[in-house]
């Protein structure tokens, strides 16, 4: 009995000693050089009468097969019998790669209701680097709200872990397992029951736990990743600690804005507010990025405490360091003071501090270039400008919070200006004929756009022709005939170009110009118009330029940069019972209607089908394999006034077939093996309503389970099965496809895989006596499919006596060490016969005996 009392107490002073009773934690790393870091564990524990154990070091596994013992540097104790411990370590890892740093402790605290036995669970977390030149420097996210909260019963909770990210990365939650040794997942572990649900918002990190069903003490893990630019660079599996108490008490409620945007350098001051149904009075916290960033200028200070109501303000006095990406995370908290529970609700407020605006900007243009210049953004992190452009103007003006340009408006990005200080651009690219519209915004260093400038506009001088026209008017391959025309300068610059004037036209295959050819010279500058003839226009598409020269005598030179416009070349992407009409072209006008013509065969000419705006036409209602044929019309403009309007232009004819594109159906497949004869019997069936137009079917074999099939057989439509002879074994997996008249092939069919046939078999015996019959020990013919085997024939004693991975074996009878042959007898053999089969190279086991009858030693001794 004594013995007995001494193994308790000894057991109970061990639980004591080890016992840390883990409520919550987590770990976070800051990279202090290349491979150096400085790691963070916090955790929580649980203090108060009975809990003497306690942990001044923690073991740390750096997951590169090292580990270190950390000394607590920090312990916070805190009500309700929590207390929180921080130790801090530096690590150097041997070189670039994934390490997953896990911290374990052996116990929980007691009492967790959806953790089986949790005071004698391992506690583990766990972070996951990414250490890679291709990602630079990186620090985990900065977890400001703790991971313990109090919910009630039959009340929404919503928690928040304040994740801050220094780096400016992109953030995600998810809801997870919590661990235990090694990392893994707790045996039996299983999530908080909520009368509805138990979630977390993958973009916000709120988890909401509606509702909690029974009080107690629960803990749940909350997996956050890290990614940049699209890759994700590391993890921390943060496990937190709810108490849900049973109580007529309701949480207070904050007020306020979930988004506010700032411009940076400005002071940012507002105003939250908190009520409390049970008119409690309310306590006011704030955290967060703006107070753990070095040099925080951030503040919050509670103004108003009544019952039921209270205030706070919130100042922050930004900077253009400030200017990110990502938002700031600010949680407000309030909580009431109410017994014996109090509870808090937990507002998250996200702070975007934005770039001020590019200021300044002035336009200008040339009969070529459009010329933008600005001030340098006040900002001296400012990375460079992005360009927008537009044709005519949008009277954008951002929004609350609206960065950058919003597609919406029209806007495409045509530059990047790199560096703050080169502060213009010209605008290359501008076409004669439009009014084109500029909006500048400032970007940093992890992709932040500040808001966008005022909208300034220009056109180019009208100091060269603009183009109009480029219409076929006939088609052929030979004899296709173009109408190009174009209009003439306003406004050229007689001070530096006095005339007289000269155009010179150039045309070439394409939409782009790339192989120019001069075609005509025009002296007059009312010359306006040219028909082009001798052309390909039914296979070729073709682009023209004019040009103006000043044509002075020793002073000749080109006047402005010409545009290239194309004809329209009409195209085709053939359909089930329906054509694609495509309208390819290059032009410096826009194009707002299409209008499609058909031939119709009962009044022998072409009509109007349907008109489009975009750069297509479905024409439905065909019939497959009946030519159709077309042309476009083409109406458009240019935005300045003084140029025809609208512009008309027409595509070649050209004709096109609808086709069939739905594929058959697939057959159903069965294959039967006929081992003795060699081969596989592939048949199939094909349903009645499928087989309107199936032209052939396709045969596809892998000898392999998991190899790559090949076509073995293309077979008529009239064909249900087909004889396949295998080359290196009966083993393998068949498969067959439909295909019609169009080429369309259907899915495959069902897969057949078979592996019934082994062929390599052993006589019992043979007379290896030199009458040339039955002289050699051979596998019975036929056999087939195998690579090679190993055999060893063994006598009574269990002596080897021949062996040969010939799979032939071919042997006479003797002893290979004397060469004498063998006594008559029974012999033993093992064989391993290597063949080809459905997974590869197989080997099957034989074993058996042989009868020896030899004339020459009849005697059974011993060889």
């Known amino acids: 009995m004594k013995k007995l009392l001494s193994v308790i107490l000894l057991s109970l002073s061990v639980l004591s000693l080890y016992a840390t009773h883990n409520r919550a934690g987590e770990i976070t790393y800051r990279q202090i050089s290349d491979l150096t870091f400085e790691i963070t564990i916090v955790t929580y524990t649980a203090t108060g009468p009975g809990w003497t154990a306690d942990r001044p070091q923690l073991e740390i596994m750096w997951g590169d097969n090292t580990s270190s013992m950390l000394p607590r540097s920090e312990e916070v104790f805190l009500p309700d019998y929590y207390k929180r411990n921080k130790y801090v370590g530096t690590h150097t890892y041997p070189g ?103 979630t977390v918002n993958a973009r916000t990190g709120d988890l909401v736990w509606d509702t909690p069903v029974y009080p107690g003490i629960y803990n749940v893990a909350m997996l956050i990743e890290e990614w940049r630019n699209g890759t994700k660079i590391g993890s921390i599996i943060r496990d937190m600690q709810i108490e849900v108490f049973d109580t007529d008490n309701v949480p207070p409620e904050i007020q306020a804005d979930e988004l506010i945007c700032v411009e940076a350098d400005s002071l940012l001051q507002f105003t939250v507010s908190a009520t409390d149904a049970n008119n409690d009075s309310i306590t006011m916290s704030a955290n967060g990025a703006p107070f753990v960033m070095e040099e925080s200028t951030a503040s919050f200070i509670q103004t108003v405490s009544e019952p039921g109501y209270a205030e706070g303000d919130f100042s922050w006095q930004t900077s253009c360091a400030n200017i990110r990406k990502q938002p700031y995370p600010l949680n407000i908290k309030a909580e009431d003071n109410s017994s014996p529970v109090s509870l808090v609700d937990i507002k998250n407020i996200n702070i975007l501090v934005v770039g001020p605006a590019v200021e300044d900007v002035t336009i200008s243009s040339t009969t070529s270039t459009i010329s933008l210049n600005w001030s340098p953004n006040y900002c001296p992190n400012a990375a460079g400008y992005y360009i927008y452009r537009r044709i005519s103007p949008s009277g954008f003006v951002h929004d609350f919070c609206e960065v950058g340009v919003p597609a919406s408006t029209g806007y495409i990005k045509i530059a990047t200006v790199n560096g703050r200080d080169n502060t213009s651009y010209d605008d290359k690219t501008a076409s004669q004929g439009h009014e084109y519209c500029y909006l500048i915004t400032t970007f940093f260093g992890d992709g932040a756009e500040s808001y966008a400038s005022e909208e300034v506009c220009e056109k180019l001088v009208r100091g060269i022709p603009t183009i109009t026209n480029v219409s076929v008017v006939s088609t052929d391959e030979t004899t296709g005939e173009i109408y190009v025309a174009w209009s003439k300068p306003s406004e050229i610059d007689i001070g530096t170009a006095p005339g007289p004037y000269q155009y010179v036209l150039y045309r070439s295959e394409g939409y782009y110009g790339e192989n120019p050819v001069q075609i005509q010279i025009f002296d007059n500058l009312n010359d306006t118009t040219f028909n082009d003839t001798g052309l390909n226009t039914k296979n070729n598409p073709y682009s023209y330029k004019v040009e103006l020269y000043n044509n002075e005598a020793g002073n000749r030179f080109l006047i402005g940069a010409p545009h290239i416009a194309s004809s329209i070349f009409l195209g085709f992407e053939q359909m089930e019972n329906a054509l694609k009409l495509k309208f390819n072209k290059n032009v410096p006008w826009v194009n707002d209607e299409y209008s499609v013509f058909r031939y119709i065969e009962s009044s022998s000419d072409y009509d109007s089908i349907g008109t489009t705006a975009n750069n297509y036409y479905i024409d439905n209602g065909l019939i497959n394999g009946k030519d159709y044929c077309y042309y476009v019309r083409s109406s458009g403009s240019y935005s300045v006034p003084g140029i025809i309007n609208p512009i008309i232009n027409l595509s070649q004819i050209n004709c096109e077939k609808a086709i069939d594109t739905t594929a058959p159906c697939p057959p159903s497949v069965t294959v039967q093996s006929f081992c003795d004869s060699v081969y596989n019997q592939v048949s199939w069936i094909f349903s009645d309503t499928c087989n309107n137009d199936v032209l052939n079917y396709k045969l596809y074999f892998s000898p392999y389970l998991d190899g790559d099939f090949s076509v073995i057989a293309t077979v008529n439509a009239s064909a249900r099965d087909f004889t396949h002879y295998p080359d290196l074994g009966m083993a393998g997996c068949y498969y067959v496809t439909a295909v019609d008249s169009f080429a369309n092939e259907s899915i495959v069919s069902n897969k057949i895989c078979l592996d019934d046939c082994s062929y390599y078999t052993l006589p019992n015996v043979f007379t290896p006596n030199g009458d040339g019959i039955n002289d050699y020990f051979r596998p019975i013919d036929p056999y087939y499919f195998v690579e090679k085997i190993n055999i060893q024939i063994f006598n009574r004693w269990g002596q080897i006596m021949f062996e040969t991975e010939d799979p032939e074996i071919n042997w006479d009878g003797t002893n290979y060490r004397n060469g004498k042959v063998v006594s008559d007898g029974v012999y033993f053999y093992i064989c391993d016969v290597y063949e080809h089969r459905l997974t590869g190279v197989e080997v099957r086991h034989l074993t058996g005996f042989v009868h020896v009858f030899s004339a020459e030693n009849p005697d059974p001794v011993q060889e």
Do not use: W
């Open 96 to 198: 670039p790669g994934i390490f997953v740093i896990i911290v374990e402790d052996p116990n929980r605290n007691l009492g967790v209701s959806n953790i089986p036995n949790s005071v004698n669970t391992v506690f583990s977390i766990s972070t996951t680097m990414l250490i890679s030149s291709s990602i630079g420097t990186n620090n985990t996210p900065v977890l400001t709200q703790p991971p313990i909260d109090k919910a009630a019963v039959g009340q929404v909770f919503i928690h928040n872990p304040g994740a801050y990210d220094p780096d400016g990365d992109s953030l995600s939650y998810k809801l997870t397992t919590c661990r235990s040794d090694n990392g893994e997942p707790i045996v039996g572990y299983t999530y908080p029951q909520a009368s509805n649900s138990l």
